[in-house]
């Protein structure tokens, strides 16, 4: 996953590639508002391609505001030299594993620079031991008939009762 840190709310420059007329966040925003003016721009390299969630979580107490599926990064133009890019992708909705999990809660790390790679637990519990998988997730396991978790490759089918039929997607 890719955590972002958002500001409070602020202007932005009239030189913005993105054209955006601010960037940040505050009380009451709606996650596509939240998504479209900070979804750039940021200096990732080619390594934010390998990655399939964004979270977006406010630099003062780390409360996760947003989580986007990635489908792409694309190039979003300069800033004073340096090559910036944006996420594209679909905003999360409750319901959604990740969702659940991340959004208004804290964010996997307190972060004090703009963007870093982290790692969603797995969390699931041990049968034999109790104890809770802090292994990073790597799958979004999808049940033919229950809700949607995320797991480790070791624990793709751990919630799951003998044979019931499941896809899973990939998470990076
Ligand atoms: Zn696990």
Known sequence: MIQFSLADLSERPADDPLGRPSMGWREGMSPEIVYALNRGCWSL????????????????????????AIERIEDAGEIDGDKKRAVVGTVLRPGHPVHDR?????????LNVTFRYVTAECRQVEASTGNVCTTGAKWIVTPD????????????????????PFRARPMR
């Open 102 to 110: 991340y959004v208004g809660h804290r964010a996997p790390e307190q």
């Open 145 to 164: 008939d229950g809700p949607e978790y995320i797991a480790c490759g070791h624990h793709v089918t751990a919630p799951l009762g003998g044979s019931v």
């Open 45 to 68: 390299g080619e390594a934010a391609e390998e990655h399939t969630v964004a979270l977006f979580a406010s630099t003062g107490d780390g409360t996760v505001r947003l989580a986007v």
